[in-house]
């Protein structure tokens, strides 16, 4: 089992839809989760961090977490064909990891005009 | 503003000849990553410097080694570059607390001939 899963996709919405992208992890000691965003090409670009049960939201951006579930999700609302990029879920603290950032292998997002 | 600065952002070496990258930081943060990362995957992490202690990930190959001179520098050596070894190589800091995100480079995209 993968310790940072997340759907490969291509996830293709809508302009001006919500996407939603979704990540478990397998190390329940996890203790900070991070998404970031990445251009093709470009270096991963931090959108948003989570560290407590529930929502934090930042602009279009909202970041569920539930430990119990041990998920993590984003929701991007009203995307934008700005938004077209590789999403990556990144989580620390657990015993294997420590402080040290295990990542998913990131969901394609992809917002059609 | 703060940033993390990676030269050369393209890099074309010769297989078998011994290429540097640089990273730099204004961030003044503790620790510094070096993450290697291939087309549709995750960054993989390859060793990290916690001021000026040095580690280095188990499955990390001999070929890769690094340098931290000072808190704001750190190096990447690859001393023999095989084919296998064109990627992009990107650099992070962080404070060192796990709560705290890593803050990546733009990263130096490297093709070996």
């Known amino acids: 089992q993968k310790e940072v899963e997340q759907n490969s996709g291509p996830l293709s919405v809508p302009e001006g839809a919500i996407a939603s992208l979704n990540c478990t992890y397998s190390?329940?000691?996890?203790?900070?989760f991070f998404w970031y965003r990445q251009y093709s090409g470009k270096s991963p670009e931090l959108i948003m961090s989570?560290?407590?049960?529930g929502d934090k939201e930042d602009g279009r951006f909202t970041a569920q977490l539930n430990k119990a579930s041990q998920y993590v999700s984003l929701l991007i609302r009203d995307s934008q064909p700005s938004d077209s990029a590789t999403y990556l879920c990144?989580?620390?603290?657990?015993?294997?990891?420590?402080?040290?950032?295990?990542f998913g292998t990131g969901t394609r997002l992809a917002v059609r005009p | 503003d703060a940033m993390v600065i990676q030269n050369p952002r393209y890099q074309v070496t010769q297989f078998g000849k011994p290429v540097t990258l640089s990273c730099s930081q204004t961030?003044?943060?503790?620790?510094m990553y070096w993450y290697q990362q291939k087309s549709s995957q995750a960054p993989k992490l390859l060793f990290h410097?916690?001021?000026?202690?040095?580690?280095n990930e188990a499955d990390t190959p001999d070929n890769f080694q690094s340098r931290r001179p000072n808190t704001s520098f750190c190096f990447l050596d690859i001393r023999s570059p095989g084919l296998g070894d064109a990627a992009m190589y990107l650099c992070?800091?962080?404070?060192?607390?796990?709560?705290?995100?890593?803050?990546f480079g733009p990263g130096t995209r490297l093709l070996v001939l």
């Open positions: 992070a800091t962080s404070t060192g607390d796990s709560r705290m995100a890593q803050y």
């Open positions: 190390d329940r000691g996890s203790q900070s």
């Open positions: 989570i560290y407590s049960n």
């Open positions: 990144a989580v620390t603290g657990g015993k294997s990891s420590g402080d040290k950032l295990t």
């Open positions: 961030l003044n943060h503790n620790v």
């Open positions: 410097y916690y001021d000026k202690d040095f580690n």
